[in-house]
């Protein structure tokens, strides 16, 4: 790893250089520093988009083949080293460790899908005589990379994230600078090292750390910036979208994710599906189950068994291998989820298990009673707390489900197919997964929110597009 005595660089031009100011990166369990990485100044900022822009015209026309090789020995690096990135992931989120063990296979398989789209961009011919003034042309467009990508991290998934932007800009021929949160900034820089060793040419890929306030706000502003492609919370989403120009802008934002448990619901299944989907990272995952809307003939035994599941969740040392709930990203954050639980509890809901806060750590939360003006319910809870609306009426449920700022993903629990039908139809989301919670994703599917949740889509091939421009050819002939 690229530091001395946990003194880390920043990535720029195919080196690796220091700046006047450095920042610590602590392991959110213990408080220990893990290290201290520079803070990038405006100057290595212009340096790093510099060697982006003069790396482009030859890493862009490097063929299709030589792009995925590198991507499929950065694949092969990252596996060889995947328990100690794991171990940097546990320790830098404070995620438990049998999450960062698949969020670095996830990025590994995200990776390898890089490496294959790499060879299958293509354009399309276009039937040009359907139109009189087109006759007598061929016409077809190809696909071509947009240039210098500003790619923007956030720190709950600080290895996969970061490759559903580095794998497919890569793929597509473009350079990029990266800037990951400043709360996990070591993974991304250790990925950094990895594309070296894989070949990747020096320039191509350059990491930059700092606050998203003068760092991010730079390369977003920045006018050689071709395309942002960020992933965070919506109000940061929308201030960039405000300020990017004229230039692509993908936004990645936050849920308040809903699923809805039918009567005829396998019990068996959604239970400990749910307990993972509210729980996992802390419930700091975009698509954390946070909103369950459970009919209520079942009310009673789901929340029940709901409730014993969760009382078995062991909270505390995210490396011991049997946690399952480790601290929040920091003690600002907890706070907020307390007193979001207690503001729930004076508005009358009820608190089933949990809201229990010790330093870094909420304990996870079931609430019942509530309604769909508390915080819990309509904003982003983004912490360990889920809540429990019993319904009625299953149109009732889809509606409420559906009446949300966000548009992420939902979830819908019935083996009746109409119902399922119904929900895929009602529920303005990115994605509806249907007998499973918001949570479900897998790497390759297009993967992104309407409404408050985000623009555009990822999932290797749809960021591909959202990263290529098309260039249309007309022949006459
Ligand atoms: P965040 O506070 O919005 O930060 C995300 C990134 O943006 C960080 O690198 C941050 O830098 C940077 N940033 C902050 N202010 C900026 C500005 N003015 N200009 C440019 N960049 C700026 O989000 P977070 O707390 O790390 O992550 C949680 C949020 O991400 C949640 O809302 C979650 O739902 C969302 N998320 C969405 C997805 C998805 O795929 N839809 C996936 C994961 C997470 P600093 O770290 O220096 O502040």
């Known amino acids: 790893m690229d530091h001395v005595n946990g003194a880390y660089r920043l990535l720029v031009g195919g080196e690796w250089i220091t700046d006047d100011q450095t920042m610590p990166v602590m392991d959110k369990y213990s408080g220990e520093v893990m290290g201290t990485v520079p803070v990038a100044s405006r100057e290595t900022v212009d340096k790093a988009m510099d060697a982006a822009c003069a790396a482009f015209p030859g890493y862009s026309a490097l063929p299709a083949h030589a792009r995925s090789r590198i991507l499929e020995k950065a694949a092969r690096l990252m596996e060889r080293h995947a328990e100690e990135i794991a171990t940097l992931i546990c320790r830098e989120v404070g995620k438990p460790w049998k999450y960062p063990m698949g969020e670095v296979s996830r990025g590994i398989e995200t990776m390898r899908f890089a490496a294959e789209e790499a060879k299958r961009i293509h354009g399309e011919t276009i039937p040009l005589d359907a139109s009189p003034t ?55 820089l250790r990925l950094g090292e990895i594309l070296q060793e894989a070949e990747l040419p020096p320039g191509v890929f350059n990491v930059v750390a700092g606050s998203g306030g003068t760092v991010g706000d730079w390369l977003v502003t920045h006018p050689r910036t071709a395309k942002v492609s960020f992933t965070g919370s919506p109000p940061v989403g929308e201030a960039i979208l405000r300020k990017a120009g004229l ?45 369950l809307y459970v009919h209520k003939d079942i009310a009673a035994e789901f929340s029940r068994r709901l409730v014993e599941a969760t009382e078995w969740l062991k909270v505390g040392n995210p490396l011991e291998k049997d946690c399952d709930v480790g601290p929040m990203i920091d003690e600002g954050e907890a706070v907020r989820a307390e007193s979001w639980v207690q503001e729930a509890v004076a508005q009358g809901a009820k608190v089933l298990v949990g809201n229990r806060r010790e330093g870094r750590i909420f304990y996870p939360t079931v609430l019942t009673h509530v309604n769909p003006s508390m915080k819990v319910m309509c904003n982003e809870a983004f912490a360990p707390v889920v809540s429990i609306y019993e319904y009625d009426s299953f149109e009732d449920a889809v509606r409420m489900v559906d009446e949300s700022l966000y548009g992420l993903q939902a979830g819908i629990y019935t083996r009746d197919i109409a119902k399922a039908f119904y929900a895929a139809e009602h529920i303005d989301a990115g994605g509806i997964m249907i007998n499973d919670t918001s949570l479900f994703r897998v790497d390759h599917m297009p993967y992104g929110g309407n409404k408050m949740s985000g623009l555009g889509r990822e999932g290797v091939r749809f960021a591909i597009e959202e990263m290529t421009n098309i260039r249309m050819v007309v022949i006459k002939p």
């Open 247 to 291: 230039k692509k802008v993908t936004l990645e934002l936050g849920n308040n994710s809903g699923t809805i448990i039918e009567p005829d619901a396998n019990l068996d299944d959604a239970i400990p599906r749910c307990v993972v989907s509210a729980f996992a990272n802390s419930g700091q995952v975009c698509i954390s189950l946070q909103r």
């Open 134 to 188: 087109g006759e007598g042309r061929i016409g077809f467009y190809l696909r071509k990379p947009v240039g210098v990508v500003a790619a923007i991290t956030p720190f709950n998934f600080p290895l996969n994230l970061v490759v559903h932007k580095v794998g497919p800009a890569l793929a597509a021929g473009n350079t990029l600078v990266l800037k990951p949160a400043s709360m996990t900034p070591l993974t991304a």
